[in-house]
Every structure is written in structure tokens, then in C-alpha cells.
């Protein structure tokens, strides 16, 4: 099992650019997590799937931020535009049967914004 | 809204000498999950408890889940160097909520 993929391992960006962040779970996972992680704030989750359906995304910090999940292989977190402030690594994760179980993480995208 | 702590937020120690973590939520957790990243690294899945009061050893590692499930903590005996890494508990609140700790990081000093 190649374990969940996110590409690209490394963004940088200028400020007002559009990113966009790529995940594929694990192979038959139901549940697909999106989290930044900063020195400051820490590793917060941004928004969670299931059944490729969005649950809660109150960790979302603005309009600039968008997540969809076409299918249950693919998920894309999209900022529009980007800011200095996004600047973070982002963390895909996927787990199975329920939001308590274990969670598999991506290696995550360090995403810089200039 | 709901938040984990976690103290200390940093810890050095002598390879050897023993280390704790703890985990404090302001709400009643459905259950604790205990996570190492290593630096540079990502989140690598250590444990889940679900009942009050529960303790699990993984060698030198135990975990403990408190009776009231707002709180945790993660013991280390014998600190090595390979324990080097950023603890984070993590756990499911009311509702939809899933919430990580601030994490402790911990260096380990030959």
C-alpha cells in the first residue's frame, strides 16, 4: 500500500497566486482530513470528508480557502488567492469506518508564500 | 470553543531519564488518540484509548486516559534517542469536532 500521496511535496508562490494542494487517501479509507500545521497555531484541521462529502469545515479559515472531493481517490484543497500568512505545511490524512479511528497521514505540502 | 493543551510544551531530557506528557481538554473527549511526528516528519498514528481510566503499555511507552475523559497522559521510561519528536494527543469531542493537542516536543540528549 503506497499509504496516502499528496503532491506537491513543495510550493512557493507569490502572494495572489492560486494553489492548489492534491491528495490521494489510502485505498478504501471513508474519511479524508485536511490540516495546516504552523510553529504558531500548531496542526489545526481544516475540513474532513466522508464519503466524499464534506462534514465540517469550521477549521476552514476563510473564503480564500476551498476543498472539494470529486471521488473517493482524489481530494484538492485550493487557496484563491494566496497570502504570506498561508504559508504552513498541509497535512492530508485519511482513516477508516469512523472520525475516531487511526488516521494515516500524507509526508505534506510546505507551501511558501513570498 | 473546545481546546487541548498540553504540558509542557517543550522538554529536554538526559537519554535515560523518564518523560510525561499530559493532555488537558475543556470538554468531555469520546476518546484519546496519541500521535509522534518526528522532525521534518508527519504524524505517525501511537494508540487510541476509548474507556475511562484506561492504561496501555507499548514497551517503554504508557498511555492513560482519565476517568472523567478529559485528560491524558503519555509516559516514557528510559528515554532514548530514537524518542526524539513532537507528541500530540488528539481526540473527538461532541459533535463532528476532532480536535488536536498543542503537542510537547521532545529532545533527547545523548
Known amino acids: 500500500d503506497a499509504g496516502v500521496i499528496q503532491s506537491p511535496r513543495h510550493e512557493v508562490t507569490e502572494m495572489g497566486q492560486e494553489v492548489t494542494l492534491r491528495c490521494k487517501p489510502i485505498s478504501g479509507h471513508d474519511y479524508l482530513f485536511w490540516y495546516r500545521q504552523t510553529m504558531m497555531r500548531g496542526l489545526e484541521l481544516l475540513i474532513y470528508?466522508?464519503?466524499?462529502?464534506?462534514?465540517?469545515d469550521s477549521g476552514m479559515p476563510e473564503d480564500r480557502f476551498s476543498a472539494k472531493m470529486p471521488n473517493a481517490s482524489f481530494s484538492t484543497l485550493k487557496i484563491q488567492p494566496s497570502e504570506p500568512r498561508d504559508s504552513a505545511v498541509y497535512f492530508c490524512a485519511s482513516s477508516l469506518a469512523a472520525l475516531y479511528n487511526e488516521q494515516f497521514f500524507g509526508p505534506g505540502t510546505r507551501l511558501t508564500v513570498l | 470553543g473546545q481546546q487541548v493543551m498540553q504540558i509542557p510544551q517543550y522538554q529536554h531530557v538526559q537519554e535515560g531519564e523518564d518523560f510525561t506528557t499530559y493532555c488537558n481538554s475543556s470538554?468531555?473527549?469520546?476518546?484519546i488518540q496519541w500521535y509522534k511526528q518526528r522532525p521534518g516528519g508527519h504524524p505517525v498514528f501511537l494508540i487510541q484509548?476509548?474507556?475511562?481510566?484506561e492504561v496501555k503499555k507499548q514497551k517503554r511507552l504508557t498511555f492513560q486516559f482519565g476517568e472523567a475523559k478529559k485528560n491524558s497522559s503519555l509516559h516514557i521510561t528510559a528515554t532514548q534517542t530514537t524518542d526524539v519528536g513532537t507528541y500530540f494527543c488528539a481526540g473527538k469531542g461532541t459533535g463532528n469536532q476532532f480536535y488536536f493537542g498543542t503537542g510537547t516536543s521532545l529532545t533527547v540528549i545523548p
Open positions: 470538554t468531555t473527549l469520546s476518546n
Open positions: 470528508f466522508n464519503n466524499n462529502v464534506p462534514i465540517d
Open positions: 484509548l476509548v474507556k475511562s481510566g
